[in-house]
């Protein structure tokens, strides 16, 4: 996927510039200008990737929505298994590129002498909790979402035909509502996602 938004995304592969251009600038420059606040965009290639886990969530997510279509973003090996590489290769990279600025990270300047262990302790199990927190909140707020939306959806199915015509019409515009409301969810957790993978970058040595 990631080679896939390289060819969409470099214009130099072009002789002319396709019509979805304008579409697709949209999405590159939402993540880059995110990226570019942090020290990201000092690692080579990472906007594409970040880019193609972007668009990549968001298709998820919204496919999601579609009746009878399953939303594999609800499964935590899924996300785990997108947010773990990621920042497993942020670490990785970290420690290859510059080993002392990664230890040195471990202790905040200033701090006093006799807390320094519990603190290495404290920040390495910070780091290590990340990519749990980063693909449990996916999860969490995608499921919740989808249960949601089948219990409104049943309820009504249960009460269309004994109850009153106000009560129907209140009931399928809540259910058009929160499937709206549930699209916005959609697109703000592939950002969030995409945006903490950004700000985990800011740690790498530059």
């Known amino acids: 996927f990631s080679l896939l ?24 420059e939402t993540v880059t200008s995110q990226i570019f606040r942090s020290f990201g965009f000092n690692i080579g290639g990472f906007i594409n990737v970040v880019t193609g886990l972007f668009l990549f969530l968001i298709f998820i997510n919204l496919s999601g929505l579609i009746p009878y279509v399953f939303s594999t973003t609800r499964h935590l090996a899924v996300s785990l298994s997108l947010g773990l590489p990621l920042w497993l290769s942020l670490i990785i990279s970290a420690i290859f590129f510059n080993p002392r600025s990664v230890v040195a990270g471990l202790l905040p300047m200033g701090a006093p002498a006799p807390l320094n262990p519990f603190l290495v302790i404290i920040e390495t199990v910070r780091i290590l909790v990340r990519p749990i927190t980063l693909s449990v909140r996916l999860t969490a707020n995608m499921r919740a979402g989808h249960i949601v939306l089948t219990l409104i959806g049943n309820y009504l199915t249960a009460r269309f035909f004994i109850s009153s015509i106000f009560s129907i019409l209140l009931l399928i515009s809540i259910q058009v509502l929160y499937t709206i409301f549930e699209f916005g969810i959609s697109l703000i957790q592939a950002y969030i996602f995409c945006l903490l993978i950004t700000l985990y970058s800011d740690e790498h040595p530059h």
Do not use: Q
């Not at 592969?13 to 579409?23: A, G, K, N, S």
């Open 5 to 28: 938004t390289v060819l969409l995304f470099s214009s130099s592969y072009w002789l002319t510039v396709p019509r979805y251009d304008t579409i697709i600038k949209t999405f590159k």
